[in-house]
């Protein structure tokens, strides 16, 4: 390698502030090396500076931007999420619960909820209090439930009623006023007996309840008569002598029967 070209190479490896110096000092090597040597002296006891590389500035102000959508999209969460924690202290204690349902968004369109009963709310049996009077039925409602029992009280003073019930055929389509006109002894044959209830004046029947078991359309009728002897009735339906057979109490003399009387009615029993 040349001089000069070693001359050359310092120049370019060692960048000087006053590059005319280093021309006039050209001719003399070890000044250039002397010089050279000093200088990297005086650049190593200076205190380093950090530059900024290239495009920081951009970066930074992209960071900057990135911050605040963040921010904003944290905000707008937040917003939504208020109204689904407000009233979260609040205790449901109905019975009834509603589930949830995570829907399929390819196979439901819209969410679905189930709603579930506890058993403690589904209402049991209910038993229904008939009364009699001169001349009617109180009590008994147009539709009844499956299960549901009838209860029967004699609110009369003087007369002795009772409350008999049939079940109607589905293709049975009489009314009241055409039952009014079937003689006393041709219900029977005609209709299904589901019960009676028996009273005396003023007390409930001894004879129990009856139990409404199927659904359908039902006939409830009196069948004594206007003006009976209430002790002859009682006798009648409920004999002293355990053996001897109950008669039907329109055998006991007296005038209109109860159900000629408007002592008639019909009510359909559903299911629950």
């Known amino acids: 390698m040349s001089i000069d070209t070693a001359i050359q190479r310092l120049r370019d490896a060692n960048p000087a502030p006053e590059p005319g110096q280093l021309i006039r000092e050209s001719d003399d090597l070890t000044a250039l090396l002397n010089e050279t040597w000093q200088r990297s002296t ?9 530059l900024e590389p290239e495009g920081r500035e951009s970066n930074r102000g992209w960071l900057i931007a990135l911050a605040v959508a963040a921010g904003i999209i944290f905000m707008v969460g937040a917003l939504a999420l208020l109204p689904m924690t407000q009233g979260s202290d609040v205790v449901d204690e109905s019975p009834n619960t509603t589930i949830p349902v995570v829907v399929d968004p390819e196979t439901e369109a819209l969410p679905v909820e189930i709603t579930t009963t506890s058993a403690a709310s589904v209402p049991g049996p209910a038993t229904v209090q008939v009364q009699a009077f001169d001349y009617g039925f109180r009590g008994i409602p147009d539709e009844m439930t499956v299960g549901d029992a009838l209860e029967f009280t ?20 009489r009314t009241v006023e055409d039952y009014v006109t079937i003689a006393p002894e041709d219900f029977e044959e005609e209709l299904t007996v589901v019960g009676h209830l028996d009273a005396a004046p003023g007390e409930e029947a001894f004879n129990g309840r009856i139990r409404l078991q ?7 009728i009196d069948m004594t008569r206007e003006g009976a002897d209430p002790l002859a009735v009682s006798k009648a339906v ?21 159900y000629e009387h408007g002592m008639i009615l019909i009510f359909t029993v559903v299911d629950k």
């Open 42 to 50: 005086n650049m190593q006891t200076q205190t380093p500076q950090k």
């Open 214 to 220: 199927t659904t359908g359309r039902y006939l409830a």
């Open 154 to 173: 004699n609110t009369s003073a003087s007369e002795y009623h009772n409350l008999v019930v049939f079940s109607l055929d589905v293709e049975d389509s």
């Open 238 to 258: 409920n004999p002293p002598d355990p053996a001897t057979t109950d008669s039907p109490p329109y055998l006991v003399a007296g005038g209109q029967l109860g």
